[in-house]
């Protein structure tokens, strides 16, 4: 097994039966179109029956002087690591998550047999780690030996393609796969709304009267798991890091005030933005579990920028909830007929 990718288990809950379609294999987007914003941009307005076909670059004219870009800010880690188990010489993939305490958080692949103590040694650099805890779920905390994890990243790392590209990442992937305003380095998946954004747009939105604002939310390891609650209730996702600063709270108050629209880019911000609201009125930095499903009362968002996301996927049942899943069942329908590109590097969504 790969780091980061699902291991077989029990059928997916009959729940999500309604969040499934089929897609062809060609749809799936191995990169991105160039330039980002030439992407095409599906657009439901929910307060109409047709949905409508434009360009991302499009998007500031779709929205209204006044309204306000929330975006995650969150820059991802290089963070797969190929190494050999010490003991066997057996080959291991390393994916870090996230710092904890003296040592790192991380997903080992094959994981089986691996105890407290062994060592993996890097195979593509200088470098090692010591396995220091095993914890639930399947997780390893790890601590690194010679260099930092931050120097063996920028080293050695590679970007933590999603499983779905089937492919090995490249040098052009280290670009691909940021936002162009990505600055907090923390995630192992991109905020993938975001990479369509190039800086002309974000001007061309700002000389129109959008405001900007900004989040931190780090994807972390639960982005790979699958759902498998027997109900939708029960489906928790993993905790995962945020940041709202006070000032992105009051422009999106401000925002409201003067009748304009707080739109999230990407379903992280969503979560980033929904988490704060539940949490504090001056800012929150926190981690979240926040689950969005069917009957959720959104309080800080009124409209979303987002991709294709794959069946039967968190992401999906989210901004089901925003829209409706009738509604989105129908626009993806529309997406796969008229040629959309789908999931990480493919084309976008304006949910309004």
């Known amino acids: ?69 929330v975006v ?16 066997t010489g057996r080959d291991v993939e390393i994916l870090l998550s996230h710092p904890d305490g003296a040592g790192w958080r991380a997903l080992l692949g094959p994981s089986r047999r691996l105890r407290v103590g062994d060592r ?16 639930a779920g399947g997780g390893f905390l790890l601590t690194a030996e010679g260099r930092t994890a931050e120097a063996m990243m920028d080293a050695v790392g590679h970007m933590p393609l999603p499983p779905y590209l089937h492919r090995a ?5 280290r670009t691909w796969y940021q936002t162009v305003y990505a600055r907090a380095p923390g995630a192992i998946a991109a905020p993938t709304a975001g990479l369509h954004f190039t800086p ?6 700002a000389a129109r009267g959008v405001g900007l604002a900004r989040v931190v ?42 009748g304009g629209r707080v739109v ?29 499903t069917p009957g959720f009362q959104f309080e800080a968002v009124d409209a979303v ?22 509604r989105i069942a129908r626009a993806y329908r529309r997406a796969i007929e008229a040629g959309f590109r789908f999931y990480s590097y493919g084309d976008a969504m304006l949910i309004l």
């Open 1 to 69: 097994m790969s780091a980061g990718s699902s291991e077989s288990g029990p059928p997916s809950p009959a729940w999500l039966d309604a969040y499934d379609f089929a897609l062809p294999p060609e749809r799936i987007a191995a990169q991105p179109v160039e330039p980002r914003d030439a992407s095409r941009l599906l657009v439901v307005d929910r307060s109409l029956e047709d949905d409508t076909e434009a360009r991302f670059s499009d998007l500031p004219q779709l929205l209204a002087p006044g309204d306000l870009l």
């Open 72 to 87: 995650n800010e969150t820059r991802v880690l290089a963070a797969r690591l190929a190494a050999r188990l010490e003991r």
């Open 120 to 135: 993996l040694l890097l195979t593509e650099g200088e470098g090692a780690w010591t396995i220091a805890e095993l914890s």
């Open 169 to 173: 990442d490249r040098p052009e992937d």
């Open 200 to 205: 002309e747009l974000l001007a061309a939105a």
């Open 217 to 258: 939310l780090h994807v972390g390891l639960g982005t790979f798991a699958p759902v498998r609650a027997v109900e939708a209730a029960a489906h928790r996702v993993a905790p995962e890091r945020f940041h709202v600063p006070p000032e992105t709270l009051l422009a999106m108050k401000e925002t409201r005030a003067r």
């Open 264 to 292: 999230a880019v990407g379903t992280t911000t969503v979560r980033a933005l929904e988490s704060a609201a539940r949490l504090a009125e001056q800012g929150a930095e926190a981690w979240t579990d926040l689950t969005i």
């Open 305 to 326: 920028v987002t991709n294709l996301h794959l069946p039967r996927s968190s992401l999906l049942v989210l901004i089901s909830a925003f829209a409706g899943q009738e």
